[in-house]
């Protein structure tokens, strides 16, 4: 695909990239206030989303079709240049593991490169126990970034029993303007006609409007 091919291309000179994951079923104001909190506070070149293809976590649920989650997303991204998404996980076959696209990435950028692997403070006692976590921690730092709901200021005592110290010193908190919004809610509003205006971007809406999503 030729947006793949260009994102593959432009990764190779990006020395500081940050890689958001996610289901983005659909992408909101969240997801996109916490990548440019996190582009900004540590200089990134790029912030890449990456949606899901097979989350593994959330096998069981029906999600919308993986190019509709690709497309939301592009539209989201479309007006911040610093901002791309990388079809990597969609494309692969089977269920989307994070090791798998951070050792795809870390061949592309070589070793030199800094990644930064963005995740809410929903997920960050989940980490540990994602496929080959020691492999991961190796690999990226994770700034963990606010998100309503979630105890952040104990963060690092209640991880010091989940986690290794060398481990403990690749997560980065950040906090971050707080935004009460998640993909669930965005769901439950549309399935039951209610106003998300202001909650995503007006493409992402134009776009779920125009192929009935969510009803
Ligand atoms: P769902 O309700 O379907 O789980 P979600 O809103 O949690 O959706 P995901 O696609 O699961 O969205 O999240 C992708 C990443 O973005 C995760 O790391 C998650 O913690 C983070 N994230 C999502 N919403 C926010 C938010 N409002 N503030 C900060 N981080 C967020
Ligand atoms: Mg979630």
Redesign the pocket.
Known sequence: METGRFVVKEVFSIRKIGI??????P??L??L??AEAVREAYDLEQVLFIPAGEPPHKLDQTKTAAWHRYWMTVLATLDNPKFDVSPVEIQREGVSYTIDTLMYFREKMGSESEIYF??????VFEIAGWRRSDALFERCVFVI????GFDFGRLRDNLSGVLTQAQLNRIAPLE?P????????I?QKIKAGRTVRYLIPEAVDAYIRKNGLYR
């Open positions: 958001l994951g996610g289901t983005f079923d992408v909101h969240g997801h206030t916490a963005i995740a809410g403070a929903d997920l970034v606010t998100r309503p971050i707080a935004l009460e919004v998640s993909s669930t809610e769901r």
